[in-house]
Nanobody, 118 residues
Framework: QLQLVESGGGLVHAGGSLRLPCAAS????????MGWFRRAPGKEREFLAR????????AYADSVKGRFTIPRDNAKNTVYLQMNSLKPEDTAVYYC???????????WGQGTQVTVSS
């Protein structure tokens, strides 16, 4: 069974950058659609980005377009969320997920906290 582990969270000043790895075990990441989501305190879970299994299609939420990217390293079986120009409103727990489609994400990581100070 595929297992996902996020890391790389922490405290960063506004305008800074973070890269969140999502490392997979028990399966091959490039066989799955991968997505990144976040949940801020008191808010619903928010879709951020996804990459198809082939890597040929990538999509971003408007709230992060131009600031976040979702690179994937197949050799390391890891997908990343590269976050630049961070804002205080980006403060949330960030999750990666995998599935056969973006609508059927079966596997989720435990989440990693990102806090952006103003």
């Amino acid at each position: 069974q595929l297992q996902l582990v996020e890391s790389g969270g922490g405290l960063v000043h506004a305008g800074g950058s973070l890269r969140l790895p999502c490392a997979a075990s028990g399966g091959i990441l490039c066989s799955y659609v991968m997505g990144w989501f976040r949940r801020a305190p008191g808010k619903e879970r928010e879709f951020l980005a996804r990459i198809t299994s082939s890597g040929g299609s990538i999509a971003y939420a408007d709230s992060v377009k131009g600031r976040f990217t979702i690179p994937r390293d197949n050799a390391k079986n890891t997908v990343y969320l590269q976050m630049n120009s961070l804002k205080p409103e980006d403060t949330a727990v960030y999750y990666c997920a995998a599935g056969r489609s973006i609508g059927t994400l079966t596997y989720w990581g435990q989440g990693t906290q990102v806090t952006v100070s103003s």
